[in-house]
């Protein structure tokens, strides 16, 4: 078993811009955007050592938190930003513990599909961010649904078992503001 404070190394980090890289397309390709148009959907990845406190979970492999910033050179022009904050101990303990049956690779690109489906969703308005604590968790039945439907042209054995692992049962990502 891993220790808490398990972070990623340079090869782990390798794979997770891989697979966010492969889940910008699919992604892409499922809701119909070109690279153009995913690309206005702003986001960042951050692993565990690069974290404030509070973008830290032992409840999710991953969670999104929200942030604004100015814009525009006369201050009044706010937009956002989202942090996919990756849980490096929570995603390396889990492969651990599944040994051969899942692999790093595969659950990255599960947990990055997932956290851009959140991010399109949001930014089309889909759901608020800031949705009450039931709607949340009907947000991740239906993300947990798409993100299934975006990676079904690349299923293997190992996406089919993350899907069918982390199911409603668990939670592949939470939401922060």
Known sequence: MLSRMAHFHDHHIGLA???F????????LHFRLNRQEMKR???E???LAFLDEKERSDRAFAHLCK???????????????YRVCLQD?????????????ISLGALLLYIATHELVHVVRF???????DASGEEREREEERVHAITHEVLQPSLCRNLTLIHDCFSSRYKIGDLFN
């Not at 995603?91 to 051969?100: F, G, H, M, Q």
């Not at 930014?123 to 961010?129: L, T, V």
């Open 17 to 19: 811009s891989k697979a």
């Open 21 to 28: 890289s492969g889940a910008e397309t699919l992604t892409g």
């Open 41 to 43: 959907h702003r986001y």
């Open 45 to 47: 990845v951050k692993t």
């Open 67 to 81: 942030y604004q910033y100015d814009e525009s050179s006369d201050g009044r022009g706010d937009a956002h930003f």
């Open 89 to 101: 101990d929570r995603i390396l303990d889990a492969v651990s513990r599944a040994r051969s049956y």
């Open 123 to 129: 930014d089309r308005g889909e759901i608020d961010f």
